[in-house]
């Protein structure tokens, strides 16, 4: 039999025929249709349409847990002091069933009844009710719709019968799935014995516990709890011997799904646990959420609460209208709201975070709690709806309030307040409560910071590192280390578990700061978890430019500790991972781009001229190739504007004879192309012969990422204009890096030539010739320097270094102006290493720590130019 099969009575008898369901029917459906008796004209009618299922229940929760907290406020609002929850590990097999029973009032017929009187309900109107009702909708049962087909209702009412109901939801609709409007389903009442109940209950997954649970109803809860949201005590409901048992069979996809950690927390979180209602889940007790954290302050609602007024949280609205509290100890603390009433609870600020689920507690638990009849309505937003709260106080902080008069506010899911006045009020009273707090940690903090004299003799004292430790815990916990982390896997390796472990106390969260080369792709800082040491990049072209002298290593590692802990803050304000690794991003291009426009090196010039040659507007090129006729060791003076090319530069060269002039000058003009080549018309030859006419240049230089082929080079040839690429200009940069100073009285021949081609030839030959010239190394500079003997920056000079070399190789080679031209090409890699004039030579580090230095920026040579004659 399929389940479209609608011939069969569902108890078997010969009642008023009503749909079943045949295959895919549970064992305690069919159990009980079958046990006991039918209780003559007590059939329970149901007339709920198939789309209003549909519109009202599947779209209505947001995830199967969140139909326990239905039926658990059943059992709140029926007065129950005991819930037990039976959840099998398994919940796909297709005998798993669900289960909830509790202590509360029970059904009898006329309560079968009213339960699925759907979109009715007396809860709120009932002056008899045991405690405050959070039912008002009469749609909580149909939560059950998302996980099962079959609900059974299994009572005990105060009559002593007990009574079976079962539902199965396809029964619903049988041939007419998209109707609105059906005819009553009939469900038929059984009245059981206890055995009867015991034999059926059998069946389910910890059946067998089942019965042992329901004599065990009514137990004291063997642990108290002080409620933090206050208010008056109330007694709970004298036993009645009642129980109801609802059993849920049969699962659909969204039952199987329910994840039991999940499902406990939920419960431990939003609901009212406490010393007159308890929960047992598969058998265990729960408790609720505890803070296992010390408390730097807390405050009651009531007389003693600082905050006496605020106001209202209206968007847009700038007529902040104010509302003043009324305290009052009468009965209990609590304060008096205008428009909604009492309002209990307490407001904490704890030393340490609290949220992300911290292994010392149970789960993330700062924020706004809002409680309503006992129970909170905002677990999942612990903002309330409320925004700019990142600060570092907020993950210290937690809220707890009671406002039974938002009740009239409360959406029809139970899981949120429906905008309007009332939640104004209460969003405003929030932030008044969070401001306050926050000003009480900005005070402990500003306190607890080192002033100016500690910081400059570097016992910085423990509340800069806090945030560090913080969010290092948090990362270890959740397994998701920070961005900043040297990540070794995906997730926290067994060894920085193991490292972090033995971190009791803030000054143990960082033993050293290291200067480590880690790639040029790599950030400026990053912490070991395993050493706890902070690493600063060598390899970071930022590092490479500012960190040459042991002053400017030390600004740069205040500076990387600063950027490390705010990182580091970003992540305790509760700042998402995404988001502050877009903050890191950001920051690290920006030093990448501070390195390029401040202190430039041979290559990165050479690096620049490539980039900016392909750019698309001319400026980027016009800055660098300034910069790389300096490094060449022309004299240039920067023009630009309209009527100027972008600058003049001049040969610094003595004459041979003194009727001679030996230097010369250019005028020199970038044309950058996205395209790679620069085309004729857009070179502008009769301006650029002008711009040298006006100038009194003797040449004139175009630089650019390529040419033309053809008219160019007519043009070029009968106006005297040099075309060079960017490429050629920057394989004379690197020449000049490792062999100082080029020629440029021979360099002067390249001007003679106006075919792009020829000017490469040119280029190819001038550094094969310097590449055989008597040179000297960089190792026999270090060498002579290690021999002269400093240990700090000190000034040398050139004749000094060249008289060493000379005695150590028994030669007449080097002489002083050899010397000085190999010094020169070092300091344009490291320029504010070592600075050369005339013959005195500044240094500002040690040999060994000047020769790291100078290898580094080695290392970095572009790819491109390593295959060059300049190599």
């Known amino acids: 039999m399929t389940e479209s099969d609608t011939s069969i009575d569902p108890d078997g008898t010969d009642a008023e025929e009503a749909p079943s369901v045949g295959a895919g029917e549970s064992q305690v459906v069919t159990t009980f249709k079958s046990t006991g008796s039918v209780v003559p004209d007590a059939d329970v009618k149901v007339t709920i349409g198939p789309q209003f299922l549909e519109l009202f229940s599947n779209q209505l929760y947001t995830s199967p847990n969140k139909t326990f907290e239905e039926l658990i406020s059943n059992s709140w609002d029926a007065g129950a002091t005991d819930v037990r929850i039976g959840l099998p590990d398994d919940l796909s097999d297709s005998d798993s069933a669900i289960w909830v029973l509790d202590n509360g009032e029970s059904m009898d017929i006329e309560g079968f009844k009213r339960l699925w009187s759907v979109a009715t309900s007396e809860k709120s109107a009932r002056v008899d009710a045991p405690r405050p009702q959070i039912g008002k909708f009469g749609i909580g049962k149909l939560a059950t719709y998302l996980l099962a087909h079959q609900l059974t209702y299994v009572c005990r009412a105060s009559d002593g019968a007990i009574r079976v109901v079962s539902m199965d939801y396809r029964w619903i609709g049988g041939d007419k799935p998209n109707a609105l409007h059906i005819d009553p389903v009939p469900l038929p009442v059984r009245e059981v014995t206890e055995q009867d109940v015991r034999d059926v209950i059998s069946k389910i997954h910890g059946g067998s516990d089942i019965w042992g649970e329901i004599q065990a109803l009514g137990a004291p809860p063997d642990w108290s709890s002080s409620d933090e949201y206050g208010g008056q005590e109330i007694s709970p409901p004298d036993p009645r011997g009642t129980w109801t048992l609802a059993i849920m069979t049969s699962l659909k996809d969204e039952g199987r799904r329910i994840k039991s950690g999940i499902l406990k927390r939920m419960l431990r979180t939003s609901l009212p646990l406490g010393s007159t209602f308890s929960i047992h889940f598969n058998g265990t007790q729960l ?201 070794l896997d995906d997730e926290p390796t067994d060894a920085q578990r193991s490292s972090w472990g033995g971190v009791t106390s803030h000054s143990d969260v960082v033993r050293d700061v290291k200067f480590t080369p880690r790639g040029v792709d790599e950030p400026v800082v990053e912490y070991d978890l395993e050493s706890r040491e902070v690493i600063v990049n060598e390899s970071h072209p930022f590092v490479r430019e500012y960190g040459d002298s042991h002053e400017l290593k030390l600004l740069l590692r205040d500076q990387a500790m600063a950027d490390l802990l705010t990182s580091a803050y970003m992540t305790q304000l509760g700042v998402d991972h995404a988001t502050t690794q877009q903050v890191e991003l950001y920051r690290d291009q920006l030093l990448r781009l501070l390195a390029r426009l401040r202190r430039r090196t041979g290559f990165q010039i050479a690096e620049l001229l490539d980039q900016a040659a392909s750019h698309k507007k001319d400026k980027a090129l016009e800055v660098i190739l300034g910069d790389a006729l300096e490094a060449l060791g022309f004299i240039v003076e920067r023009l630009g504007g309209s009527d100027n090319p972008e600058g003049v530069a001049v040969a610094p060269l003595s004459p041979k004879r003194t009727s001679q002039t030996a230097s010369y000058s250019f005028t020199y003009d970038a044309k950058s192309s996205a395209k790679k080549k620069v085309k004729t018309g857009n070179v502008g030859t009769g301006g650029l012969v002008r711009h040298r006419e006006d100038h009194k240049a003797d040449h004139t230089l175009v630089v650019g990422p390529g040419f033309e082929d053809g008219a160019l080079q007519k043009e070029c040839k009968t106006q005297l204009i040099t075309p060079m690429t960017a490429a050629d200009l920057g394989r004379l940069i690197i020449a000049t890096t490792q062999r100082g100073q080029l020629d440029l009285d021979k360099l002067r021949g390249v001007f003679k030539l106006y075919d792009p081609a020829e000017v490469a030839k040119f280029v190819d030959e001038f550094l094969a010739d310097s590449a055989a010239a008597p040179s000297l190394s960089y190792a026999e500079i270090f060498d002579a320097l290690e021999e002269i003997g400093f240990d700090s920056p000190d000034m040398l000079t050139s004749p000094v270094i060249a008289k060493t070399i000379r005695d150590r190789n028994g030669s007449a080679f080097p002489t002083k102006q050899d010397v000085a031209k190999v010094l020169q090409g070092m300091q344009i890699l490291t320029p504010h290493l070592i600075r050369v004039q005339g013959d005195n030579v500044f240094l500002g580090a040690r040999p060994d720590k000047f020769r790291q230095a100078l290898l580094a920026q080695v290392a970095q040579l572009p790819e491109k130019f390593k295959k060059t004659g300049a190599a």
Request: no cysteine.
């Open 287 to 487: 408790e609720s959420s505890k803070i296992e954290i010390e408390k730097m302050e807390s405050w009651t609602l009531g007389p003693d609460f600082p905050i006496k007024r605020f106001s209202l949280d209206r968007r847009g609205d700038e007529d902040n209208e104010e509302l003043e509290l009324s305290p009052s100890d009468e009965g209990y603390p609590h304060l008096v709201i205008p428009e909604l009433g009492v309002a209990t609870g307490s407001l904490s600020l704890y030393k340490e975070p609290i949220s992300q689920g911290k292994s010392n507690i149970l789960e993330s638990s700062n924020g706004f709690f809002v409680n309503i009849l006992g129970r909170v309505i905002n677990p999942d937003d612990p903002y309330f709806g409320l925004s700019n709260l990142n600060h570092a106080a907020w993950a210290r902080f937690r809220a707890t309030v009671r406002i039974d008069g938002l009740n009239d506010s409360v959406s029809i899911n139970r899981e949120g307040l429906l905008e309007g006045r009332s939640l104004d009020i209460v969003r405003g009273l929030l932030k008044a409560m969070f401001n306050h707090a926050r000003s009480v940690y900005d005070a402990a903090s500003k306190a607890n910071w080192p002033d100016a004299g500690d910081i400059l003799t570097e016992a910085w004292g423990t509340v800069p590192f806090e945030p560090l430790k913080s969010a290092i815990e948090q990362g270890i916990s959740s397994g998701e280390l920070p961005s900043f982390v040297t990540k």
